[in-house]
């Protein structure tokens, strides 16, 4: 099974950035997608962003359109979500995934250990 191993993350003031990374292993990611999740206290879990890793395809949510950007480098194995124009609803823990093309979570099979991401105003 793939393990993900997530960096990144952090407080940071509204309008801020913040990049997070999410480094794979156990498998060859070229085929499957990554997904960004991300869970606020006492909500559910909610997609963020999504792409295929051959980079073809990426889908995005409303609330973070324009302001983030999913990304990968295949040689690093590695995906990232570059977060820019905080707000303090983006204030979660994020998660990334592998697995399926989707915005559900039940398509990812394997998970990141998840990152808190902290704005203030």
């Known amino acids: 099974q793939a393990q993900l191993v997530q960096s990144g993350g952090g407080l940071v003031q509204a309008g801020g950035s913040l990049r997070l990374s999410c480094a794979a292993s156990g498998r060859t990611f070229s085929r499957y997608a990554m997904g960004w999740f991300r869970q606020a206290p006492g909500k559910e879990r909610e997609f963020v962003a999504a792409?295929?890793?051959?980079?073809?395809?990426?889908h995005y949510a409303d609330s973070v359109k324009g302001r983030f950007t999913i990304s990968r480098d295949n040689a690093k194995n590695t995906g990232y979500l570059q977060m820019n124009s905080l707000q303090r609803e983006d204030t979660a823990v994020y998660y990334c995934a592998a697995g399926g093309y989707s915005t559900t979570t039940y398509e990812y099979d394997s998970w990141g250990q998840g990152t808190q991401v902290t704005v203030s105003s």
């Open positions: 792409m295929l890793w051959s980079g073809i395809s990426t």
